[in-house]
């Protein structure tokens, strides 16, 4: 089934400790996204990639780096995880950077930093 | 600074219409999202408006005025599965969406 996962679901984690989120999408899209949603506050883009080889930094980049090797993969790395990480982070993707596309979203990963 | 509003919260009557508005002030303008989200679940699009008027889509509909930076997303003949959080998202001047915190809407039997 064509779309996006993400791994783990979910994650109770020291702070200081390291941690990468995975996100996997087989629908050959271009564009890619990271973003945070906590509550009461919009989605907030962490890091983005419109192809692979190329990242670019969002709203709220610091704490957080990505990598993108290849077309599918867009891994999200906390070096040193503080409680203010603690949020639901959800992976995306799109055909193209811009236009009329349409951002499609995995199910997202619910990450608690103690 | 880039702006995106929309009521916290709407109760709505099973059976009947609703109108979340969104209204925004953004670096630019290139196309409004609405997207749903059901609690504990991704956001999954539902329109997208660039130019001026309404788009309709079964049930849902939504307007957009960009003269006065505002759209508005209409549900008709709710049902109880409409109720989620609808979340407003514009896409500005580099062609990043900027988000609303969303609207929960509650329907009631």
């Known amino acids: 089934i064509a779309g996006i996962t993400q791994a783990p679901t979910s994650q109770i984690l020291a702070a200081g400790r390291r941690m990468t989120l995975r996100c996997t999408q087989d629908m050959r899209h271009n564009a890619m996204y990271w973003y945070r949603q906590d509550l009461g506050l919009g989605l907030r883009l962490i890091h983005y990639?419109?192809?692979?080889?190329?990242?670019g930094k969002g709203e709220v980049p610091d704490g957080y780096s990505v990598s993108r090797a290849n077309t599918d993969d867009f891994p999200l790395t906390l070096a040193s995880a503080v409680p203010s990480q603690t949020s639901v982070y959800f992976c995306?993707?799109?055909?193209?950077?811009?236009?009329?596309?349409?951002?499609?979203f995995g199910p997202g990963t619910r990450l608690t930093v103690l | 600074g880039q702006n995106i509003d929309q009521p916290t919260e709407m109760t709505a009557t099973e059976g009947a219409i609703v109108q979340i508005n969104c209204t925004y002030q953004t670096s630019g303008f290139n196309g409004l999202f609405w997207y749903q989200q059901h609690a504990g679940e991704a956001p999954t699009f539902l329109s997208y408006?660039?130019l001026d008027g309404l788009e309709e889509k079964g049930r849902f509909s939504s307007f957009l005025s960009r003269s006065k930076g505002y759209s508005y997303l209409l549900l008709k003949e709710l049902q109880m599965k409409d109720s989620a959080s609808y979340l407003c998202?514009?896409?500005?001047?580099?062609?990043?969406?900027?988000w609303g915190a969303g609207t929960k809407l509650i329907i009631k039997p």
């Open positions: 998202a514009v896409r500005d001047s580099n062609y990043q969406l900027i």
């Open positions: 995306a993707s799109s055909e193209q950077a811009g236009g009329t596309d349409t951002q499609y």
């Open positions: 990639s419109n192809t692979a080889g190329t990242t």
């Open positions: 408006n660039v």
